[in-house]
């Protein structure tokens, strides 16, 4: 049995970050008692951190799985919207890759899940994210962390950039075009959840379904996409 180390505090981000480890309890007490009393008291203190830690690695580990043949040794990775990072430690351990975060560094008083076409709504903690990185034994010279809100974004080419349930499922794509048009070369590989696969076909020359959630809310599907069309 594997898991990671997580606190409470941690185990409370990664709760609210992935909906999967609610359990069902959390899910009737989200009903009952609104958003602002799950995302502030609910979430954090009516958890069991062990288990959330178990329960996230296993999760985090068919991520890994799934993504595994597009990575390299000592790659540059990025991370769009990562959460507290359980993906990237695997891929470090694995590929001694070094990894870019671009995060936002608060916690919306009432976590939401929808679409938010301005990007403000966030939870995550930059520090914590930097201790559970850190703690679960990813060197600091491995990785960076940059906040979304204060421009001042890593501006090197990355040879993979992964934002999972966060670009393009929660808000749209052209907030980072522009941003990713420089930092990926043709053969960057960018990989991401949508529920219009088809459109990114007269985005990038190269698009491949990985991943379909079809008994989800927002019936999405993974695509890994590669150079971007004129």
Not at 207 to 226: G, N, P
Request: charged letters at 30%; glycine letters at 4%.
């Amino acid at each position: 049995m594997q898991d990671f180390k997580l606190n409470r505090e941690l185990a409370h981000l990664a709760v609210l970050q992935r909906t999967e480890l609610l359990g069902k309890h959390l899910k009737k007490l989200r009903k009952l008692f609104g958003r602002y009393l799950f995302t502030v008291f609910f979430s954090k203190y009516f958890i069991n951190p062990n288990k959330i830690s178990k329960n996230y690695y296993d999760l985090m580990e068919k991520e890994f799985f799934l993504i595994k043949k597009y990575l390299k040794k000592e790659d540059r990775v990025l991370s769009i919207g990562s959460g507290i990072g359980g993906l990237e430690v695997l891929i470090n351990k694995t590929f001694d890759t070094n990894t870019f975060f671009i995060e936002k560094n608060y916690i919306s008083k009432k976590v939401k899940y929808g679409w938010d076409s301005k990007n403000q709504e966030a939870y995550n903690n930059l520090s914590l994210l930097a201790d559970f990185l850190l703690n679960n034994g990813v060197s600091q010279k491995k990785f960076s962390l940059f906040d979304f809100d204060k421009n001042d974004l890593p501006n090197i080419k990355f040879d993979v950039i992964i934002s999972l349930y966060s670009l393009d499922y929660h808000y749209e794509f052209n907030l980072y075009k522009d941003y990713l048009l420089k930092v990926m070369n043709p053969k960057s590989v960018l990989i991401f959840d949508t529920i219009r696969p088809e459109f990114f076909n007269s985005v990038f020359k190269k698009v491949e379904i990985i991943k379909q959630d079809l008994d989800t809310i927002h019936k999405s599907k993974r695509i890994a996409c590669k150079d971007f069309k004129n």
